[in-house]
């Protein structure tokens, strides 16, 4: 079996992915219809060698400048460029990918990591960007804020308990501290919309492979942040409580398929915590399943905001980790028919 590539649809404007705009679905439907037709197209139904693509995250939020955390990588353009090349590779690659998963990361205004939700003694909220740490919390320099209590219907008392052990659990964990971010990706919002350009390119495949589109909702938690697509990142609150789980059911649906490709922001949290949490998940189950995936590395960008925070030799370091693992690093301007072992597995 050989890997057949298509055309880039002339629909397609690279110059407006970086900007909001409606999807014109009835006029999108009838092209991929059309060039299914004239290009041989065929149903996902049909395929021997399935491939997933899945899509981590790919928001208004973090993939449109003036959104609220525009991951802009150390280029200042990250995001917009990442999407350009994916939806090339989506269009490109219609033929190859029997289906597109796309996660989306999904808050509440009161949440552990929004600034309203935390307030020092004099009851000021902490700046964006802030990091709250376990001694700081021990010291009462901060705690849940008295109005985050009534409107999540928690005590003083259990609120106190919960906070130290929430950033502790972090700290313990060895990944990071409660980070403070800027409200992003509210349920409802045009920042927790899909990117209309990446929207259109998923529509169109949709269309042109008859394959429908699996979106997951993570992060609507508020007590606990949700980095990964397969699990929280504190599952247990300080009575044993659960708070969340691993998505198994995802787990094994990726498991089935017989590549899976994954995109998508920021390569530094959301994208490298959900495949640390597949790497070990899939060696759990079989280690030959990391061979399986494939990390397209020019389609994701490190958190960066300058003169605050820079993350990309942590996304790299992870990026190498993986690798070591088993998965492939590849980047999207390469034909999949190159990619390391694939054309081996498909036969």
Known sequence: MRFRETPIPPHFDEEKVGTVWRVPYSEVAAAAEEWARSHGITPS??????????????????CIPEFELFVAGRSGRGAVEDNKRLCRFIYRNLSNISQIVATLDTHQ??????????VDEAGRHPKPY?????DEVRAGKWRI??????????SPEYAERYLLH????????????LTVWPYHSL?????HALVPSVEEAVFFHSIARSSQPLFRIK???PLTEHYSALSPEVRRGPDGEELGSLDVELINYLAGFDAVIIAGQAKSHCVAWTVEDLQKHFSDIDPSLLEKVYLLEDCTSPVVVKDVVDYTELADEAFRRFEKSGMHVVRSTQRMNDWPGLMDRAG
Not at 51 to 59: N, S, Y
Not at 187 to 191: M, P, R, T
């Open 45 to 62: 139904s049909s395929d021997k060698f399935r491939t997933c693509l899945v899509l981590i995250d790919v928001q208004n939020s973090f």
């Open 109 to 118: 205004v009161f949440q552990i990591f929004h600034s309203v939700f935390l």
């Open 130 to 134: 802030s990091l709250i740490t376990a």
């Open 145 to 154: 804020s008295p109005e985050a209590c009534r409107v999540l219907r928690i």
């Open 166 to 177: 929430y950033v502790e659990t972090l700290e313990r964990g060895g990944k990071y501290r």
């Open 187 to 191: 349920l409802g919002s045009i920042g």
């Open 219 to 221: 992060g609507n938690n």
